[in-house]
C-alpha cells in the first residue's frame, strides 16, 4: 500500500527566504508525483506535475524535482511572498487506476 | 478550461437526514470522477471511484450503503450521504478525470463543507 509523507508539517519563514517542501513515497513503481496548493477550507490547486520519466518541472518561481528509485520529491519556492501561505500537498499515482494518494500536507506561513 | 464545481459550497443538516453534493465537469467530459474527504488539518482520502455508467468502486472501510454515489452522465457525479451523523461532518472534494488531456490529470472541484448537527 502507498504512503505518502511530508515534511515539514509546518513551516514559517519571512518573506523572499527560498525554501523546500520534501515529499516522499513507500511505492517506487509511480506513475507521476503531482504537486497541488490548498488554501483554508478551499479546493486544491494543481502546481506541478512529474511524470514518472521525468526529474523535474519548473513553473515560475516553482521547481519539482523527482527521484522515483529514492522517494522522494521536492518542491522548491524561490523568493517567497505572503501570497505563497498555503498548505501544499503531493499525491502519487500509482498504476494506471488514475487513484491517487495524497501526502500529510505542509502548511507553510510567509511572512512580512 | 478543465474546471469542476460542487454544489453547495456548504451544508448544515440534522442528524439522520441525507444530503446530497453535486460534482459537474464543467467544459469537458469525465467518464470518471473521484471522491475525497478531509477532515481539519487533515489530507485528503480517497473514498471512491465513480465511473459513468457503471457501479461506484469504494475504498476499503468506505461504507458503500451509507455514500451512495450515481455518475449518471458524463459531466455529473452525485454524492449522497444517507442518514448524516456529526462524525460525517467534513469537507468532501470531487475530482473529475481529463482524458486525452495534457497527462491525464484529475481537476478538483473546490469542496463542499458538511456540518451535521
Known amino acids: 500500500k502507498q504512503e505518502v509523507t511530508q515534511i515539514p508539517a509546518a513551516l514559517s519563514v519571512p518573506e523572499g527566504e527560498n525554501l523546500v517542501l520534501n515529499c516522499s513515497f513507500t511505492d517506487s513503481a509511480i506513475y507521476n508525483l503531482q504537486w497541488f496548493r490548498q488554501d483554508p477550507g478551499k479546493g486544491l490547486t494543481s502546481l506541478l506535475l512529474?511524470?514518472?520519466?521525468?526529474r523535474e518541472q519548473t513553473s515560475g518561481r516553482l521547481n519539482a524535482s523527482l527521484d522515483k528509485s529514492s522517494g522522494r520529491s521536492t518542491l522548491y519556492i524561490a523568493a517567497s511572498q505572503p501570497g505563497d501561505s498555503a498548505t501544499y500537498l503531493c499525491a502519487v499515482r500509482t498504476g494506471t487506476a488514475s487513484k491517487l494518494t495524497f501526502g500529510t500536507g505542509t502548511r507553510l506561513q510567509v511572512t512580512l | 478550461g478543465a474546471v469542476v464545481s460542487q454544489h453547495p459550497s456548504w451544508v448544515i443538516c440534522k442528524s439522520g437526514t441525507s444530503v446530497k453534493i453535486e460534482c459537474r465537469s464543467l467544459?469537458?467530459?469525465?467518464?470518471?470522477m473521484f471522491w475525497y474527504r478531509q477532515f481539519p488539518k487533515q489530507s485528503l482520502m480517497l473514498m471512491a471511484t465513480?465511473?459513468?455508467?457503471?457501479?461506484?468502486?469504494?475504498e476499503q472501510g468506505v461504507e458503500k450503503d451509507k455514500f451512495l454515489i450515481n455518475h449518471a452522465s458524463l459531466t455529473l457525479s452525485t454524492l449522497t450521504v444517507t442518514s448524516a451523523h456529526p462524525e460525517d461532518s467534513s469537507f468532501y472534494i470531487c475530482?473529475?478525470?481529463?482524458?486525452?488531456?495534457?497527462?491525464?490529470?484529475?481537476?478538483f472541484g473546490p469542496g463542499t463543507r458538511l456540518t451535521v448537527l
Open positions: 512529474i511524470q514518472s520519466s521525468q
Open positions: 475530482s473529475a478525470r481529463a482524458p486525452g488531456r495534457v497527462s491525464d490529470t484529475q481537476y
Open positions: 467544459d469537458f467530459q469525465a467518464t470518471t
Open positions: 465513480s465511473n459513468e455508467g457503471s457501479k461506484a468502486t469504494y
